[in-house]
């Protein structure tokens, strides 16, 4: 069956720091991964999306992800984050059924920014 | 810019009333999705939707169903809310393109607190 795991509930960087969240899935072809964002109170942003080509991609905000098929990840990264990321995040991998596209989610990482 | 909206941000009901949740999207996508989303789980897909009168039971169903009788709205109902249906509900809508082109837009949120 398919699955996402986020190992980490709870992060916390220092404005300015590298940022790393990792995203491990479980799904038996190729897969569609994503990445979301909720800020307090609001619905889920898309940051970025994989379906196949380049293994490194770009998402909106400066972040960027990796897929690494030998590993089962695709790990979110942003070199320098800003208060403002302060959030949760939730990993996803999308396949097709029944017409539509299903999505099934990471339990989040909720990232804490100090000044 | 997709729009998903949500008839309302926060709901308190009592325990054994009907409760209606309303989800309207303006692009014109095929599909529509109900989640809830708990501390700790993530998003779990409660109903889905690939077509005017169409739906699907997603991973929770179980004392929900939905309708959709316009392509732009779907609606969630609870037939007798339970205290245990205290959650965030949030309502997605996608459109296929191809097999590389989807993603799904999601709403606000509505928070329900059944007491």
């Known amino acids: 069956a398919q699955s996402v795991t986020q190992p980490d509930i709870h992060i916390t960087v220092s404005e300015g720091a590298s940022l790393e969240l990792r995203c491990n899935y479980s799904?038996?072809?190729?897969?569609?991964l994503f990445w979301y964002v909720q800020s307090p109170g609001q619905g889920l942003q898309l940051l970025l999306k994989y379906f196949s080509g380049d293994t490194l991609v770009q998402g909106i905000k400066g972040f960027e992800a990796e897929f690494k098929r030998s590993q089962s990840s695709f790990n979110l990264r942003k070199p320098s984050v800003h208060w403002s990321d302060a959030a949760e995040y939730f990993c996803?991998?999308?396949?097709?059924?029944?017409?539509?596209?299903?999505?099934?989610f990471g339990t989040g990482t909720r990232l804490q920014v100090f000044p | 810019d997709v729009k998903v909206t949500q008839s309302s941000r926060y709901l308190v009901k009592r325990t054994g009333e009907k409760v209606f949740l309303e989800c309207v999207q303006d692009m014109d996508h095929e599909n529509m999705f109900w989640y809830r989303q708990d501390p700790g789980l993530g998003l779990r897909l409660i109903y889905f939707?690939?077509?005017?009168?169409?739906?699907e039971k997603g991973d929770i169903p179980e004392g929900y169903s939905v309708s959709r009788e316009k392509k732009e709205r779907f609606s969630l109902i609870l037939e007798s809310a339970s205290t245990n249906q205290t959650s965030m509900y949030l309502c997605?809508?996608?459109?296929?393109?191809?097999?590389?082109?989807?993603?799904?837009?999601f709403g606000p949120g509505t928070r329900l607190t059944v007491t």
């Open positions: 939707s690939y077509d005017v009168k169409m739906k």
């Open positions: 996803a991998v999308g396949y097709l059924s029944y017409n539509t596209d299903k999505l099934i």
């Open positions: 997605a809508s996608s459109k296929i393109i191809g097999p590389s082109t989807y993603e799904q837009y």
């Open positions: 799904y038996g072809a190729t897969p569609y």
